[in-house]
């Protein structure tokens, strides 16, 4: 059994920049790739950015590329999602999630996510 606990989400002006954090307890979490997902209202979930369990292996949605860093410290159990030039259109509640599937390859498919947190409300102003 896995537990996740998002926190760091907020209001900000667009350009600004916000640092979310995942906590995980349970199982080894240094065994696992991490994803970061996100929903606004009306739409369906979409794939942010996923990391590998040795954090040597990172996929971005073209959509953040460039603007959003995720990041883990397996000593703390935590993995993070530094999120800067923000815009309107990031506005949504973002999950992070633990993947599924073993292995070195990352994936975007929320389905392959087995383990998730309730989630952290991100509002961009414009």
């Known amino acids: 059994q896995v537990q996740l606990v998002e926190s760091g989400g907020g209001l900000v002006q667009a350009g600004g920049s916000l640092r979310l954090s995942c906590a995980a307890s349970?199982?080894?979490?240094?065994?696992?790739?991490m994803g970061w997902f996100r929903q606004a209202p009306g739409k369906e979930r979409e794939f942010v950015a996923a990391?590998?369990?040795?954090?040597?292996?990172?996929y971005y949605a073209d959509s953040v590329k460039g603007r959003f860093t995720i990041s883990r410290d397996n000593a703390k159990n935590t993995v993070y999602l530094r999120m800067n030039s923000l815009k309107p259109e990031d506005t949504a509640v973002y999950y992070c999630a633990k993947q599924g599937v073993d292995g070195e390859r990352l994936f975007n498919n929320a389905t392959l996510y087995d383990y998730w947190g309730q989630g952290t409300q991100v509002t961009v102003s414009s």
């Open positions: 990391i590998s369990w040795t954090g040597s292996i990172i």
């Open positions: 349970g199982r080894t979490f240094s065994s696992y790739a």
